[in-house]
C-alpha cells in the first residue's frame, strides 16, 4: 500500500505540464500557456488572455484523452453513431470540462495561488449559440452523454460565424443584435485545414457511358466551394473518451478567381469568395415559413454532403468492402433539417463509387434513423421543387427515383386506394409541388422515433399516421433526457455536494441511484440544508435580475419561474392572465392575504414571429406597472431576463421553486427545460403536454400541479366548435382581466397595442388560452397554499429530485444505442 502510494505520488511530482492534473501542474500549466500561447505574463493579461490560458490548460487535458481515443478507435474499429444536426448548444465548455475531468478544486487553487478567480475566469467565456433552443441543446446533452457511456461518435453540424442572435430589451420590446461569439476567438477548436469536402450547387446533370459501356449520370454544378473541418474535443464523464464534434466551415474553393481576376476584376475574384463564406455565416431563427430559404437549404445540403463524405474517407480507411457501411455507420438525423442525406448518401454510392441502385439503396435505408421533433405543422419543412431543381438538380432526379419506387410499393400494398399513394408520397402534389422532407426521412430511414410518450404516439396518429400503417415496425418511442453534469453538477454545487454527502457520488454517472433520498424527505435537518441552498440560489439570481433587469425581487418570495422560446402554444401570455389576476385581487381587495411571488420570464422570440414579440411587449408592460404600484409591494413582482442562454439558465433552474410548462396539451413534443428545473427542485405546475406526463408519473400525481385539457380534450373542443367569446363573458375574473389588458392601463393609455392579442383570444385562441384559464387559476391558487407549508413544500422538492432519474440523457442515450444504433461501449484506456 505504502508503496503504491509512494509511486502515486513520484508520478504526481513527474506530471507533465501539458496533462497532469495535480494543483501545482495545473497552476504551471496555466502560467505556461500564458506565456507561450498568448504571449503574455500575469501583470499586463487581460481578463480574456486569462481565460483563454485556463481553456487551453483544460485542452491540453482533453488532446491528451482524444488521442487516446482515436488510436482506440483506430485499433478496433468500433461502430460508430453519427449525428447529424444543424444545431449545437453545447453552453460554456470550461466548467463542463473541469466537471468531467474531476479536476475544479485543483484548478480553483491552482489560480487562487495566482491570486485569480476560478468564476471570475469562467464566466468570461462566450457560449456558441448554434441553436435554437430545446432541439440543438439535445444534441449537446448527447454529446455528453455518448462520451460518458463511452460511445463512438462523431457529432456534425454547421459552424455558423454567428449564432442565435443576441436578445437586447428596449422600452419592453425584443432588439436583435448579432452574436459574435467568434470575436475573441475560440479556444476550444482545432481547425482541420486538411479535411475539407467539395460543395456543388446549381448546375445540370448529364448522362454518360462509363468504361464498361454502363450508363451513369455526372453532376455538372454552376459553382463548387469547400467545407473545412473545425474539431472541438467532448470529454465524457469519469471516463477518458473524447468524442468530437465536427463543424463545417464555408470556403471558396481556390480561395481566389483567378481568371476574373486576370481580367482585371479584382472586385469580383474576391466577391466570389465573400460569397461561398456567406453559407455558414448566419443560423436561421426558428418560427419563420421555411418556404423560398434558399440559403437554409444550401446549409442543409452543405452540412451533410462534407458529413457524408467524411464517413466514406473513415470508411475507405477501414478496408471494409461498400455494402457494409451502415455496419460501420448508424447515422441519426436529428429532425428534418438533415434529412437531404437521404438523397445524398445515394448519389455519392451511386455516382461516385458507382454502386448499383439496389445495392445503395439497401445500404442507405440501414444507415439512417430518424427523430421527429414537433407536430407544429408549419415546422414540417417542404421545399419548392423549382428551388431544389435550381439547387440540387441531381438530387431532385434521385429523389423522383426513390419516390417512385417506394410508390410502387405502396400501390401493392393498397392498390385501391389512391389516396394512400398521395398521402405518402414524398412529393406534395396538392397545389404548386414540394418536396416534404419529413417523407424523405420515413422513407429512408430504418427507424423513426418521437421524443416523449405521448409524442411518438401522437406522430402514429395524426403527421405520420400513413407511415406507421405502412412499417409500424419502424417507429420507438425515445423520451429525451438531460445533462446531470451539467444541470445539477456544474449549476448547483451546493445541491450536489449535498447529494453526495447523503448518498455518496454514483448518482452522477447513473441517476436512478437519486432514489435513495427519498428516506431524507421528512428528515428536519436535511430538509432545512435544502432550503438553505435554494435559498442561496435565489439570491443569486436576485442579484443578475437586479443588475440586468434593474428590479429588485425578495429571495423570500416564491420563484414562479417560465423559461423557454416565446411561443403561442408555449402560453407564457396564459401566465401573464394569472399576473393581472392576482394584480386584480389586491386592486379590489388591497388587504387580501396573499402569498408572495416572483415572476421570472426568460426566451427569445423569432425575429419575424409577431405575436410571440407583442407577448414580450405584455410581460415587460404588466411587470411596468405592477412593479411600480406600492399597493401590492411585497406580494408581486415580475422580471424578464433578457437573452435567455445556456448559461444563463444555469443560474436560472437551480432557483426556482415553481416550474411553468403551460403548452396547450399535444404541442411540445417533449420540452426538456421541465426536467432541468425538476432535476433541481422546483415543483411542476403543468398540462399533460410531452414530457410532463411521465415526470408526472414518476415524481407522483401528489408532487405535481396538474391542471387543464388533455390532447384529446383539446383536440375535440376544437372540433366541435370553439368559443372563446362564451368563455370570456361567463367568467367575471377572466373578463376583468382581458378588460383591463385592452383598457390602456399597461400601454400608456393606448388601446391598440395589445389588440391583436385580445382579439386572436377573444376571437380564434387556437391554443386554448380561455378554455384552461381558470383551471390554471384554480390550480395556481392551490400553489400558493402549498408553498406556505415550507416543510410540505420542502419534502415535495426533495421527492421531485428523488424521482428524476429517467430523465438524464444516459437513460436515452443507452436506449437509443439499445434499440436503433446497436453500438456497445468502446472504453479508453489511458
Ligand atoms: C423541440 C420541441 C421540444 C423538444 C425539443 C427536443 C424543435 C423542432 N422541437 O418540445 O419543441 O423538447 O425539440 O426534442 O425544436
Redesign the pocket.
Given at each position: 500500500m505504502a508503496e503504491k502510494e509512494q509511486a502515486a505520488k513520484s508520478k504526481s511530482d513527474n506530471e507533465s505540464i501539458r496533462t497532469g492534473l495535480s494543483e501545482n501542474s495545473i497552476r504551471l500549466a496555466f502560467l505556461d500557456n500564458l506565456f507561450y500561447v498568448q504571449g503574455r505574463f500575469l501583470e499586463v493579461a487581460s481578463p480574456n488572455d486569462k481565460y483563454k490560458a485556463l481553456a487551453y490548460t483544460i485542452r491540453d487535458r482533453l488532446l491528451h484523452r482524444w488521442v487516446a481515443t482515436v488510436r482506440t478507435y483506430q485499433q478496433t474499429n468500433p461502430r460508430t453513431v453519427c449525428y447529424l444536426s444543424a444545431e449545437y448548444l453545447p453552453g460554456p465548455y470550461t466548467g463542463n470540462n473541469l466537471i468531467n475531468l474531476g479536476i475544479e478544486d485543483e484548478t480553483r487553487k491552482a489560480l487562487a495561488g495566482l491570486g485569480l478567480d476560478l468564476d471570475e475566469l469562467l464566466a468570461h467565456e462566450e457560449e456558441p449559440g448554434l441553436g435554437?433552443?430545446?432541439?440543438g441543446r439535445?444534441a449537446a446533452c448527447f454529446m455528453d452523454s455518448l462520451a460518458t457511456l463511452q460511445i463512438a461518435a462523431v457529432s456534425y453540424g454547421i459552424r455558423y460565424e454567428f449564432g442565435i442572435f443576441k436578445q437586447l430589451i428596449h422600452n419592453g420590446e425584443q432588439v436583435e443584435a448579432t452574436d459574435n461569439w467568434l470575436h475573441y476567438g475560440n479556444p476550444w477548436e482545432v481547425r482541420r485545414p486538411n479535411i475539407s469536402y467539395d460543395v456543388k450547387l446549381g448546375g445540370h446533370t448529364e448522362q454518360y457511358a462509363d468504361d464498361t459501356g454502363r450508363l451513369r449520370v455526372r453532376w455538372v454544378p454552376g459553382e463548387t466551394f469547400h467545407g473545412v473541418a473545425i474539431d472541438t474535443p467532448i470529454l465524457g464523464h469519469n471516463v477518458n473518451t473524447v468524442n468530437l464534434l465536427r463543424l463545417w466551415s464555408a470556403e471558396a474553393a481556390e480561395g481566389f478567381d483567378f481568371h476574373a481576376f486576370n481580367q482585371g476584376d479584382y472586385y469580383g475574384a474576391v466577391m466570389r469568395e465573400v460569397r461561398s463564406e456567406t453559407i455558414s455565416k448566419v443560423l436561421y431563427p426558428?418560427d419563420e415559413p421555411e418556404i423560398g430559404k434558399r440559403l437554409r437549404l444550401l446549409q442543409q445540403h452543405f452540412f451533410v454532403t462534407c458529413s457524408l463524405q467524411d464517413m466514406l474517407r473513415i470508411f475507405h480507411s477501414t478496408g471494409m468492402p461498400l455494402e457494409r457501411f451502415h455496419e460501420k455507420f448508424s447515422v441519426q438525423l436529428n429532425?428534418t433539417h438533415p434529412a437531404i442525406a437521404v438523397a445524398e448518401l445515394m448519389r455519392l454510392l451511386l455516382d461516385k463509387e458507382h454502386m448499383a441502385w439496389d445495392a445503395a439503396w439497401q445500404v442507405t435505408r440501414n444507415t439512417f434513423a430518424y427523430t421527429n421533433?414537433?407536430l407544429l405543422p408549419e415546422?414540417l419543412e417542404k421545399w419548392p421543387i423549382p428551388l431544389f431543381h435550381a439547387l440540387l438538380p441531381r438530387h431532385l432526379e434521385i429523389i423522383f427515383e426513390i419516390n417512385a419506387r417506394h410508390l410502387d410499393e405502396v400501390r401493392v400494398r393498397y392498390p385501391f386506394d389512391s389516396g394512400y399513394v398521395e398521402r405518402l408520397s414524398i412529393i406534395d402534389e396538392s397545389g404548386p409541388r414540394y418536396v416534404r422532407m419529413a417523407h424523405l426521412a420515413c422513407v429512408g430511414s430504418f427507424a423513426i422515433n418521437g421524443?416523449a410518450e405521448l409524442h411518438s404516439r401522437l406522430l402514429k396518429e395524426t403527421v405520420l399516421r400513413d407511415f406507421y400503417d405502412l412499417w409500424p415496425q419502424k417507429f420507438q418511442n425515445k423520451t429525451?433526457g438531460v445533462t446531470p453534469r451539467r444541470f445539477m453538477m456544474l449549476s448547483n454545487p451546493g445541491l450536489a455536494k449535498l447529494l453526495t454527502e447523503s448518498i455518496g457520488s454514483d448518482w452522477e454517472n447513473d441517476l436512478s441511484k437519486l432514489r435513495a433520498l427519498e428516506e431524507y424527505a421528512d428528515d428536519p435537518t436535511f430538509q432545512q440544508r435544502w432550503q438553505e441552498i435554494k435559498r442561496e440560489r435565489k439570491s443569486a439570481l436576485a442579484a443578475t435580475i437586479k443588475k440586468l433587469c434593474g428590479v429588485e425581487v425578495d429571495p423570500a418570495s416564491l420563484y414562479d419561474v417560465q423559461a423557454k422560446r416565446i411561443h403561442e402554444y408555449k402560453r407564457q401570455h396564459l401566465n401573464v392572465l394569472h399576473i393581472v389576476t392576482l394584480y386584480n385581487r389586491i386592486k379590489c381587495n388591497p388587504a387580501i392575504e396573499m402569498t408572495p411571488r416572483t415572476f421570472i420570464f426568460g426566451g427569445k422570440a423569432a425575429p419575424g414571429y409577431a405575436m410571440a414579440k407583442l407577448m414580450i411587449r405584455l410581460i415587460n408592460a404588466v411587470g411596468d406597472v405592477v412593479n411600480r404600484d406600492p399597493e401590492v409591494a411585497g406580494r408581486l413582482k415580475v422580471a424578464f431576463l433578457p437573452n435567455f442562454s445556456v448559461k444563463y439558465g444555469h443560474g436560472v433552474y437551480p432557483a426556482a421553486d415553481l416550474s411553468q410548462q403551460i403548452s396547450t396539451a399535444g404541442k411540445?413534443?417533449?420540452?426538456?427545460g421541465n426536467m432541468k428545473f425538476s432535476m433541481n427542485g422546483a415543483l411542476t405546475i403543468g398540462t399533460l403536454d410531452?414530457a410532463n406526463v411521465e415526470i408526472r408519473e414518476e415524481v407522483g400525481a401528489d408532487n405535481f400541479f396538474l391542471f387543464g385539457l388533455t390532447a384529446e380534450e383539446v383536440e375535440r373542443t376544437l372540433t366541435n366548435g370553439y368559443r372563446p367569446w362564451d368563455i370570456y363573458n361567463g367568467n367575471p375574473e377572466l373578463k376583468r382581466v382581458v378588460d383591463l389588458i385592452g383598457s390602456g392601463l399597461f400601454s400608456h393609455g393606448d388601446h391598440n397595442l395589445f389588440r391583436p392579442l385580445i382579439d386572436n383570444l377573444l376571437g380564434h385562441d387556437p391554443y386554448l388560452l380561455l378554455a384552461d384559464y381558470a383551471a390554471y387559476i384554480a390550480c395556481q391558487d392551490e400553489v400558493s397554499v402549498a408553498y406556505r407549508d415550507t416543510a410540505r413544500w420542502t419534502r415535495m422538492s426533495i421527492l421531485n429530485v428523488a424521482r428524476m432519474g429517467k430523465f438524464s440523457s444516459d437513460r436515452t442515450i443507452a436506449e437509443y444505442c439499445r434499440d436503433i444504433w446497436r453500438v456497445k461501449p468502446a472504453p479508453v484506456e489511458l
Open positions: 435554437n433552443g430545446g432541439l439535445l426558428n429532425d421533433h414537433t415546422a421524443v429525451n411540445e413534443a417533449s420540452g426538456t410531452g
